[in-house]
């Protein structure tokens, strides 16, 4: 791999991480990658029908309830943030 590949990866990644939130960037923590990531899941779940019925019949409620239920949880989806240790 040569240096000019290796810049051409890194500027497409780059790019990327711009674009989509999603995916990250190099200062992103832990706690901030398992929101996006439970987010993202939540929204997919409201997002698609079959899916909100899928859970709604698993849990025994409605399919309004469950929609509630996922908008709820997008809020807080990993808790309140750990502390940030200011230097």
């Not at 832990?30 to 698993?58: C, K, T």
Request: net charge negative; charged share 25%.
């Amino acid at each position: 791999m040569q240096a000019s590949d290796r810049f051409n990866i890194n500027s497409q990644l780059e790019h990327l991480q711009a674009k989509y939130v999603g995916t990250g960037h190099a200062d992103m923590n832990r706690f901030e990658w398992a929101v996006n990531i439970q987010r993202d899941s939540y929204a997919s779940y409201v997002g698609h029908y079959p899916m909100l019925a899928y859970f709604a019949v698993a849990e025994n409620e409605s399919i309004g309830r469950e929609r509630y239920n996922f908008m709820q949880k997008m809020l807080l989806p990993c808790g309140l943030p750990p502390e940030r240790e200011d230097e």
